[in-house]
Nanobody, 122 residues
Framework: QVQLVESGGGLVQAGGSLRLSCAAS????????MAWYRQAPGKQRELVAA???????NYVDSVKGRFAISRDNAKNTVYLQMNSLKPEDTAVYYC????????????????WGQGTQVTVSS
């Protein structure tokens, strides 16, 4: 198991930017895929972005061109740079470790952070 701690959420106006961080309690180099998910009120949790140990990244269509996921194995941290934020990006964002890619599908791992709230005002 690994502990994941997210930070960087907050309130931002539409068009603004935020950078989320996910710090892991042990080396993330041991995880094939690190990912960010989000859950808006009344909706199911959805994948936002995922990145493999080799640097391959997948994004949900709604954030392509606006969000960028990266990982720093030396710091055991995964980042999500979010630009051009929209009100529909409002959600709790969760970090996930231990997943994998199969074809075009990203499967979540068993380790989750506690989440960080992102609120985008119009």
């Amino acid at each position: 198991q690994v502990q994941l701690v997210e930070s960087g959420g907050g309130l931002v106006q539409a068009g603004g930017s935020l950078r989320l961080s996910c710090a892991a309690s042990r080396p993330i180099s041991s995880f094939n895929v690190m990912a960010w998910y989000r859950q808006a009120p009344g909706k199911q949790r959805e994948l936002v972005a995922a990145i493999s140990s080799g640097g391959t990244a997948n994004y949900v269509d709604s954030v392509k061109g606006r969000f960028a996921i990266s990982r720093d194995n030396a710091k055991n941290t995964v980042y999500l740079q979010m630009n051009s934020l929209k009100p529909e990006d409002t959600a709790v964002y969760y970090c996930n470790a231990g997943g994998f890619f199969r074809g075009s599908t990203t499967y979540a791992g068993g380790s989750w952070g506690q989440g960080t709230q992102v609120t985008v005002s119009s």
